[in-house]
């Protein structure tokens, strides 16, 4: 479990540049569970995941993994982070160096890195033929998987990820979250995605914050939160679309998936299903 309480920071304190960027933070991620963090442009987001996989130093409050503070030895390999446009830190040769580039810093075996990769390019689906290839001869969405590929192959026990799909196609971005979120989730990973696409929040968030400000505004199911218009207009956030077209049609009621709505719908104008 990682476990979160009373976390505030500040950059460059005690300058002219002072920026409080997050104001007392309490929350829980439980083991397994799929939490989205979310809100506006500057709310806070990439700070906070930093301090909770142990990379920006705490200066107030406490990271707890496991019951260790985020700092302690043991909790060196339980956070993977994926930062917004991974690709951009590739640097390998090949595809599969780059992936095995982790792992092998790890001090692991030859034949343990090897089955790491190969497990990793599968689970993001990358086509196992890529291996020797260049990272820089790739699309912009096989790169993207090849970085995330990389962070996996360290089994992390808990996956953050910052905007995985930022940039992507729709078909680019539809096969990788179902890939993170099919395949990944499977094998127990818990995940914080820093989202803010409500529909991928809807569709794979178990649970969702809420940051404004460097507060948090909302913790709760992908559900309660689009029932919170106010909330969502606070936080400068949109409801999904299948959620708007309830509101459209004039029904209050919220769905999250399209199956979920047409439902709605038929039941709302008489024509039961
Ligand atoms: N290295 C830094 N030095 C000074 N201020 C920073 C630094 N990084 C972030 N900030 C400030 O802290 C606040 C929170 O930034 P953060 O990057 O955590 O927001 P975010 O929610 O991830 O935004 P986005 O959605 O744009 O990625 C912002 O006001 C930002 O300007
Ligand atoms: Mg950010």
Not at 124 to 151: C, H, M, N, T
Request: glycine share 8%; no cysteine.
């Amino acid at each position: 479990m990682i476990s979160v309480k009373d976390v505030s920071y500040t950059y460059m304190t005690g300058t002219p540049f002072e920026k409080v960027a997050l104001k007392n933070i309490s929350f829980d991620a439980a083991d397994g569970e799929v939490l989205a963090i979310t809100g506006h442009t500057g709310s806070g987001k990439s700070t906070l995941i930093q301090l909770v996989a142990g990379l920006i130093k705490l200066t107030s409050g406490t990271v707890e993994i496991d019951d260790l503070p985020v700092a302690d030895k043991k909790n060196r390999r339980s956070v993977g982070i994926v930062f917004q446009y991974p690709e951009h830190q590739l640097f390998e040769e090949t595809v599969e160096r780059d992936i095995a580039f982790g792992p092998r810093n790890f001090g692991l075996s030859d034949a343990e890195i090897s089955a790491r990769v190969d497990e990793a390019m599968r689970q993001v689906g990358l086509d196992a033929g890529l291996k020797k290839s260049s990272p820089f001869e790739l699309s912009g969405g096989q790169r993207r998987r090849v970085a995330i590929a990389g962070i996996l192959a360290l089994k992390p026990k808990y996956l953050i990820l910052d905007e995985p799909t930022a940039g992507l196609d729709p078909l680019a971005k539809e096969n990788l979250l179902r890939e993170i979120f099919g395949d990944v989730k499977k094998s127990g990973v818990t995940i914080i995605l820093v989202s803010h696409n409500m529909d991928d929040v809807a569709r794979f968030a178990n649970r969702v914050i809420v940051l404004a400000q460097g507060g948090i505004l909302f913790v709760g199911t992908p559900r309660e939160l689009f029932a919170r218009d106010e909330i969502l207009s606070r936080a400068g956030l949109e409801p999904p679309p299948v959620t708007k077209l309830l509101r459209t049609l004039g029904i209050t009621s919220t769905a999250l998936t399209p199956d979920e709505a047409e439902k709605i719908i038929l039941r709302t104008f008489g024509h039961d299903k």
